[in-house]
């Protein structure tokens, strides 16, 4: 799946609008687990020579799930902070509504993003 259509999956989901400011149309995505938290938990379980081998949980790198829209600026914005540091809590609840309605798990919930990592690999909603 190209990024055009899971772009275009995602504003039916959550709607046309980014969802960090709410004032301008989503035109790219960000990751709810950051991609080097997931490439990091891929590569560690590959290797073989771990004393003390403990797997990590694992997802794609474009699960539905773990996507969410956003425009331009709000995507340099999460850049350096994870999606608890750039959303308020009634941010995140507006979301939370819209991921229940289609059977993903909660953000706040989970409350950080290493058990929020462990709730999308056991999801196993896969694109």
Do not use: W
């Not at 995505?29 to 590959?46: D, E, M, S, T």
């Amino acid at each position: 799946m190209n990024k055009a259509n899971l772009l275009s999956e995602l504003q039916s989901i959550y709607g046309a609008k980014c969802q960090v400011c709410n004032g301008e149309t989503a035109n790219t995505f960000i990751h709810l687990v950051p991609l080097k938290v997931v490439r990091y938990a891929r590569n560690l379980n590959k290797r073989k020579n771990r004393q003390y081998k403990r797997k990590l949980p694992e997802i794609p790198n474009y699960q539905i799930n773990n996507l969410l829209p956003v425009c331009a600026q709000c995507q340099v914005k999460q850049f350096n902070l994870d999606i608890y540091q750039l959303l308020s809590l009634q941010q995140l609840k507006i979301i939370d509504n819209q991921r229940q309605k289609h059977g993903y798990p909660e953000l706040l919930t989970a409350g950080n993003v290493r058990r929020l990592h462990k709730l999308l690999a056991n999801r196993n909603n896969y694109i």
